[in-house]
């Protein structure tokens, strides 16, 4: 039942992206644009999934459970240091560079944008870097 779920809530979330544009790299550029020509329509597409994620994240906050009881592991830091900064700075610059986030580099995959594979593979060998040199499992 799960994965039927998550099949189900995962298509949506593909649908929203693309209907939304924010799967179309161009129009991401032209988002972050903001002295030529700026394209301010993901904002109200962030402001409008801020809006929907609120209260969940709220439920979660205070009890971090799942809906089939499974154990939700939220962040317990609240500190900004040095590698959150170079995280941010370095997802930012790519995002910057390339116009595609990663939920959205696999909906690019399957509206055929074959670009998004080399994104995908730097993706992936970034957050290989991170767990060999950060120790994680």
Sequence with gaps: ??????F????????????????NPENVLSFLDLFGEWNASLMFVMIGAI???????????????TVFHEK??????TK??????????????GWGIAGICPAPAFTLIGLGYYQ???????MFFGVWLHRKFDGAK
């Design 116 to 122: 998004a594979i080399y994104f995908i593979v730097a």
């Design 72 to 77: 939700i592991e939220l962040p317990t830091s």
């Design 80 to 93: 900004i240091d040095k590698r959150l900064s170079l995280g941010a700075l370095i997802f930012g610059v």
């Design 1 to 6: 039942m799960k994965n039927i779920f998550a």
């Design 8 to 23: 189900i809530f995962g298509s949506l979330f593909s649908i929203g992206l693309m209907w939304s544009g924010m799967s």
């Design 51 to 65: 809006c929907i994620a609120f209260i969940p994240f709220q439920k979660a906050i205070r009890k971090p459970v």
